[in-house]
T-cell receptor, first 114, second 112 residues
């Protein structure tokens, strides 16, 4: 069964460093998302991406964040200068183009900023 | 007012019982509703989606939607210890970008 994959599974970085989180969505999906979940808190929407551009972003998704689909398969989230409060699980999700489609989540990347 | 509200629990039920999980949402124009299961340290896993008022059954799971009351529920029949997890209610927002708005989640404990 097709699934969303994410790498790395864990990332430890120093405050102020750049990190890139990678996702490979399900191959025939057209809509891509990043969510994050701070430990013990709810899953929060960061950004949605369709047709090679951002379709919506949350208040969390400030200038330090960017997304890219550099080729036909990968979808990346870059945090330019990490802060302590960026420590969280980051989930990529993808969705097909049908009328009542659902989002399928990858296994997540646990980011720890020291 | 929170956009999607759930009782955080924990909800504890004995094995074999029916577990009832509830969710309310604030945006009346929401059209799509989802229940995800999340085990500790893992990603959300889709259990059910529901779009129309009424009940939708899939195996031991039944989702119920009442748009007039802005209320979604999930029933789990014959609960098993493996059902112990956090259940997340998610609502597709009014924007057409597909964004999901999640509740805090309800932790379910099924005791053998």
């Amino acid at each position: 069964e097709p699934e969303v994959t994410q790498t790395p599974s864990h990332q430890v970085t120093q405050m102020g460093q750049e990190v890139i989180l990678r996702c490979v969505p399900i191959s025939n999906h057209l809509y891509f998302y990043w969510y994050r979940q701070i430990l013990g808190q709810k899953v929060e929407f960061l950004v949605s991406f369709y047709n090679n551009e951002i379709s919506e972003k949350s208040e969390i998704f400030d200038d330090q964040f960017s997304v890219e689909r550099p080729d036909g398969s990968n979808f990346t989230l870059k945090i330019r200068s990490t802060k302590l409060e960026d420590s969280a699980m980051y989930f990529c999700a993808s969705e097909g183009a049908g009328r009542q489609e659902t989002q399928y989540f990858g296994p997540g990347t646990r980011l720890l900023v020291l | 007012q929170k956009e999607v509200e759930q009782n955080s629990g924990p909800l504890s039920v004995p094995e074999g019982a029916i577990a009832s999980l509830n969710c309310t949402y604030s945006d009346r124009v929401s059209q799509s509703f989802f229940w995800y299961r999340q085990y500790s340290g893992k990603s959300p896993e889709l259990i059910m989606s529901i779009y129309s008022n009424g009940d939708k059954e899939d195996g031991r799971f039944t989702a119920q939607l009442n748009k007039a009351s802005q209320y979604v529920s999930l029933l789990i029949r014959d609960s098993q210890p493996s059902d112990s997890a956090t259940y997340l209610c998610a609502v597709r927002g009014r924007s057409n970008t597909g964004k999901l708005i999640f509740g805090q989640g309800t932790t379910l404990q099924v005791k053998p």
